[in-house]
């Protein structure tokens, strides 16, 4: 039987990949990673792609998004999935905070022990 590990959030520790934005990785395992991140009024990320499907919800705030053929915006309480390989990007047209789930584990987010 596998163990159970709780994160807990004042332990997940914040990093700024950019300016505007902090990012939390919170749980994770080889298969998933949950991720929260704060965007500053403003911030917009480079247009990208990743090979990771890509759970999307806005806790708060209100994003501007494109992707793959689609331009919208979403609010506290939206949600919208964006599958692995299609180019993407989000701008935040007030400070909002959002929760990300990628499948799978994206190494270039942060290490968990024992997936190495």
């Known amino acids: 039987m596998s163990e159970i590990e709780v994160l807990h959030r004042e332990d997940a520790r914040p990093t ?4 505007g934005l902090k ?4 749980a994770a395992n080889k298969n998933l990673m949950l991720v929260r991140h704060l965007m500053q009024k403003g911030w917009q990320g480079a247009l990208h792609s990743h090979p990771h499907d890509q759970w999307v919800y806005v806790i708060s705030g209100h994003l501007r998004f494109l992707g793959g ?3 919208f915006e979403a609010k506290a309480g939206d949600s919208f999935v964006v599958p692995g390989g299609t180019e993407h990007q989000a701008s935040a047209i007030e400070d909002s905070e959002v929760l990300y ?3 799978p584990y994206r190494e270039d987010y942060a290490p968990v022990r024992g997936l190495e």
């Open 23 to 26: 990012r939390q990785v919170l």
């Open 101 to 103: 789930v990628f499948n």
């Open 16 to 19: 700024e990949p950019e300016s």
């Open 69 to 71: 053929s689609s331009a």
